[in-house]
């Protein structure tokens, strides 16, 4: 097996990482027999890592006395997160706690910093299949998985090694900051235990005075998890909130192929002098006290959108409006498992028709297919493209809308604008945009014919008629089960509606 050239330096600092960063290096990595076994540690490594950062941001973020609408947004994400999402997480909650003079590790600033600026070559999903692009040193660490997922070095395991250990190991040494921040669990109100290195056998050591003030305010506060990040001198305590990253699993039996459907920071028990931190577990184990204080730690920062007259409205502010509304629907289709984004495959011929269909000066789109078939998968993946694109993008699942209620009513409701719905045309013609509407599965409906009319109506109002009138600011796209749309269909040309 080739061997792994970051042997030599990480084996000498190995036990100056924290647990799960060693202890995930060590059994993952160190202690793999096949070249395939170092490529799922190597993956596992760059995940741990990853999610051990986002944990003390959000833990910060957690505790500070100020809210900021996307740093709560991403902290949201992190109840049901992908990879990317620890990533996003650290991108725009390591600068917000910077500005305000609070981010309890200040080398994550540079961390950032380098993982965005360094040049790494990758392996990422194209037109043309897998393509090795130039990309940054962070894209290219969330893009392990993704190349190990679609078995794109099956038979070639020692390559992978060999081209991929070198980023890792630059990811590692820009994470050196955790050996001058310990992480530690409080045994009783004299000791605790350093939980640095691979082997969970911990000696408890008494709790030194400069540190003793700073957790008694923590325990007063009521914020005390038994877990902290001590600065080097001890002298300030981060509390870490372990069930900030915690998920159930609803497919507890298999090895999700996206983010974080399990636990993976539950520290818990003693066995004498032993302090398990249960990495990656599948099963969720029974919560106690502090899962209701998570909670209430999400409520504080949750921050909804004010409302805003049309009138007063800019692209961005539209653009991240729709933008949650749209991933809070990505993310359900996600943990249900429609949508699993590292083994989306092409679909070159329905893209572009959709594509042709943006560009026309047609309303609506119906897509018609079978249970199974894909419709779902196809319009999560375009509602992921459109938005990086910029478009403006709203999706709702069939069920959620009512046929009793202007549609134009609601889409202003979910986007927390007042004004009148035909204002928000000229806004989006002024900012050369248009507004895509995705309502997936309307034969889900308890009364699909009702809705497929309402919705029909709907996009008659807003087609252009005229030849040389300009181009829909609205385009809407359905899909339907084709059996059901036939149904829906012979209900409406005899005129019923039940």
Not at 149 to 173: E, K, N, Q, Y
Request: glycine share 6%; net charge neutral.
């Amino acid at each position: 097996m080739t061997s792994l050239h970051i042997d030599p330096p990480l084996r000498a600092v190995q036990n100056a990482y924290p647990f799960p960063i060693a202890f995930t290096l060590q059994t993952a990595v160190f202690e793999a027999t096949t070249a395939q076994e170092r490529v799922e540690g190597l993956v596992r490594l760059v995940n741990t890592t990853l999610q051990y950062a986002a944990l003390v941001v959000a833990s910060n973020y957690a505790i500070a006395p100020f809210k900021e609408a996307t740093t709560s947004y991403r902290l949201e994400r992190l109840k049901r997160p992908l990879l990317s999402d620890f990533a996003h997480f650290l991108r725009v909650g390591v600068p917000a706690l910077h500005e305000q003079g609070l981010l309890f590790i200040p080398e994550l600033v540079t961390v950032l910093k380098e993982t965005q600026r360094d040049r790494a070559r990758a392996l990422r999903m194209g037109e043309q299949g897998w393509e090795e692009r130039e990309m940054s040193l962070l894209e290219a660490l969330l893009s392990l998985r993704n190349a190990l997922a679609h078995d794109r070095f099956r038979g070639t395991w020692d390559a992978f090694v060999t081209h991929h250990t070198p980023l890792v190991s630059r990811f590692l040494h820009l994470m050196r900051w955790c050996a001058r921040y310990p992480l530690l669990r409080v045994v009783d109100a004299e000791h605790w235990v350093r939980l640095m290195g691979a082997h969970p056998a911990f000696v408890a050591e008494p709790i030194p005075d400069s540190a003793r003030e700073t957790l008694s305010c923590v325990q007063d506060s009521g914020e005390h998890t038994g877990l902290f990040l001590a600065d080097p001198l001890s002298s300030r305590l981060l509390p870490l909130y372990p069930f900030i990253l915690w998920a159930d699993c609803p497919y507890c039996v298999q090895d999700p192929l996206l983010g974080l459907h399990e636990e993976v920071f539950l520290f818990n028990g003693d066995e004498g002098r032993r302090y398990i931190a249960y990495i990656g577990v599948r099963h969720p184990r029974p919560l106690s006290h502090p899962k209701a204080h998570i909670e209430q730690l999400y409520l504080d920062k949750s921050l909804p959108s004010p409302p805003l007259a049309v009138s007063h409205l800019s692209y961005g502010t539209l653009a991240d409006r729709a933008g949650e509304q749209s991933d809070t629907w990505l993310q359900q289709n996600i943990a249900a498992r429609r949508y699993l984004p590292p083994v989306y495959a092409p679909r070159q011929e329905m893209e572009a028709a959709l594509t042709r269909f943006l560009r026309s000066r047609k309303g609506g789109f119906l897509l018609l297919g079978e249970a199974g078939i894909g419709k779902t998968n196809l319009l999560c993946h375009q509602v992921e493209e459109w938005t990086r694109q910029g478009e403006i993008v709203f999706c709702y699942a069939g069920h959620q809308l009512a046929t009793d209620t202007g549609l134009e009513e609601q889409i202003m409701r979910d986007l927390h604008l007042t004004g009148d719905f035909l204002e928000l045309l000229p806004f989006l013609h002024r900012e050369g945009r248009r507004l895509i509407l995705v309502v997936d599965g309307v034969n889900e409906h308890e009364n699909a014919p009702a809705l497929l009319k309402h919705l029909c109506t709907f996009i008659s109002r807003y087609t252009p008629r005229e030849q040389g009138e300009a181009r829909g600011a609205l385009k809407v796209i359905l899909s339907f089960r084709s059996s059901s749309f036939q149904k829906a269909l012979q209900v409406l040309l005899a005129g019923g509606g039940e």
